[in-house]
């Protein structure tokens, strides 16, 4: 009995001690809120709703632990900051869209810290080992914001708080802003780490005076962007990167620092395997530089070598440089600028590459080769904002047909279609009789009463065609070409929207493109490009 009262004693005297040390601690905690060394307390103002909300952040932090935060002053301030700061990230379909939230700590967190006269850009990528992803959905979003809110973009930081769509197995991320700044660019992860100018979140805070949150859904397709990349955005990037990577000659530096940094690729495969190939004709016509690209996986040109020489046989009256480019092995963005400069006419396969024609002369050409069967003016969009002629080259005969059997069986399968028999598949992927594959395959499989999904199988067909094989009829493309140089004389000193105006600047379907992009005729002028040319009336597509 006595045992037991002593523990109790004991107890309760433990409470007591207990209750008086929270009572001095919470106390302590009370005075130092209210009395103690405290660091600024943040403030914000937003513009914008739902997915084109940006959040001007006054005294903002990142670190490891926490992926970023502001500094409440009270519990009252920390609920507002908590519901004010939701801001996406993300410059694509809504599907991907990210909305950060920064956390919050208390101003005597951050009391000892001494912030930054800088401004931080909070920001997210899609896909960034895609090139024309990383560059359309990702850098230039960001390099606009920055030109918009700063006049001096020498020492700003950035935040990559989010990549959406991003997977290591596939490359490292091909983002860099080393050409205007020398601020430091944190990542939270180490495969993010593609150069010097990357730095992991630190364990220690960082602070700074002012972080603007977002971009405001800002990209040139209309498909899903919520505000514009205007016209002379795309020239003053242009401008910054040729100073930077070719006219100040740092692209080799960048490179190298790059490959020292364990990237999966080499950023400088596009420059060493660059062929030239020029004419010597006695004319006081320009010579015209024509890139060529090719692909060696998927949308492999077949007869790309016969137009080559069609080209080059071509040149009676003027010379041409045909500058032939592999960016299958790598290539960044620094190695894309040097070798893209003073392209004036582009051929190459729909695809990511094609996003190199940001470095490409005002009033230049991309003619993209498609498949029979395929195209799509996903390029259109950005190549028009930019003051790129543009024109999808589809042939709808089958001397352009080439097949891939095997890719096609792959297709079929992942889109978990019956695989018919190859004789049977390589007939209907010839389209014999102007008869389209998925019609082919579809009319094989109610004969055999197979059963399969339609609209499946006319999404499998439709992959397939993107990636397939294709030749170019080669008359008609050299007919096309050699009217589409003369346009260059011709254009030389008119503007783009004069160009369009004429309606040369985007075909073969492209009033989809030219309504928001360039003349602000759709979407209430909400994308346009071209502010400086005004709201005007839509003139229709390029047609050869």
């Known amino acids: 009995m006595l045992y037991r009262r002593r523990t109790i004693q004991a107890f309760l005297y433990a409470c007591v001690v207990c209750t008086i ?94 912030f930054k006269n800088e401004t931080l850009f909070v920001y997210g990528l899609y896909t960034p080992m895609h090139f024309s992803h990383m560059l359309f959905n990702g850098l230039i979003p960001l390099y606009r914001n920055i030109r918009k809110h700063v006049d001096d973009t020498s020492n ?51 602070c700074f005076q002012e972080a603007v949150i977002g971009t405001r859904v800002s990209c040139s397709l209309s498909l899903y962007c919520e505000q514009p990349i205007e016209s002379d955005i795309y020239a003053a990037f242009r401008e910054a990167t040729l100073n930077y990577y070719v006219k100040e000659d740092h692209w080799k530096q960048h490179n190298k620092e790059s490959s020292l940094h364990g990237t999966d690729r080499d950023d400088q495969a596009c420059v060493e395997t660059m062929r030239e190939f020029k004419t010597a004709v006695t004319s006081n016509k320009p010579t015209r530089v024509i890139g060529v690209i090719n692909r060696g996986g998927s949308r492999h040109i077949t007869n790309l070598q016969q137009v080559m020489d069609a080209i080059i046989d071509s040149a009676t009256e003027r010379n041409y440089v045909l500058r032939v480019l592999d960016f299958d092995k790598g290539c960044s963005l620094a190695s894309t600028a040097y070798v893209m400069k003073d392209v004036d006419l582009l051929l190459t396969p729909h695809g990511s590459q094609q996003g190199g024609a940001v470095f490409m002369k005002n009033n230049s050409v991309v003619i993209s080769i498609n498949a029979r069967g395929y195209s799509e003016n996903w390029f259109a969009f950005p190549l028009t904002a930019m003051g790129r002629r543009f024109y999808n080259f589809e042939c709808q005969s089958s001397i352009c047909v080439d097949k891939d059997l095997e890719r096609a069986q792959r297709t079929l399968a992942m889109y978990e279609i019956p695989i018919p028999p190859e004789n049977v598949l390589d007939d209907c992927l010839a389209w014999e009789n102007d008869r389209s594959p998925d019609g082919c395959l579809g009319a094989y499989f109610d004969k055999m009463h197979i059963e399969h999904n339609s609209d499946q199988l006319q999404f499998a067909i439709g992959q397939y065609h993107k990636d397939a094989p294709r030749k170019i009829d080669v008359t008609r493309f050299m007919a096309f070409f050699e009217k589409t140089i003369k346009e260059m004389d011709d254009f030389e000193t008119m503007s783009y929207r004069q160009i369009c105006d004429l309606e040369k600047c985007c075909g073969y379907s492209c009033d989809d493109v030219l309504g928001p992009v360039v003349y602000g005729s759709a979407l209430e002028g909400r994308l346009l490009a071209w502010p400086q040319d005004g709201i005007g009336s839509l003139h229709h597509s390029w047609q050869e």
């Open 156 to 206: 700003v930081w950035t935040y990559r708080a989010h990549v959406a769509e991003s997977a290591s197995f596939i490359g490292s991320p091909l983002m860099t802003t080393d050409f205007f700044t020398t601020g430091r660019d944190l990542v939270r992860d180490e495969h993010e780490l593609t150069s010097p100018q990357q730095m992991l979140l630190p364990e220690e805070p960082i």
């Open 21 to 114: 040390f929270s009572i001095l601690y919470y106390s302590y905690q009370a005075w130092h809120y209210t009395y103690g060394t405290k660091g600024p307390a943040s403030t914000w103002e937003c513009i914008g709703n739902g997915r084109d909300r940006q959040c001007v952040v006054k005294n903002f932090c990142v670190d490891k632990e926490t992926g970023g935060f502001a500094i409440a002053s009270s519990y009252a301030h920390r609920r507002r900051l908590r519901s004010d700061l939701s801001v996406n990230l993300i410059n694509a379909d809504p599907d991907t869209d990210f909305y950060y939230e920064p956390k919050a700590k208390w101003q005597h967190d951050v009391a000892d810290i001494a």
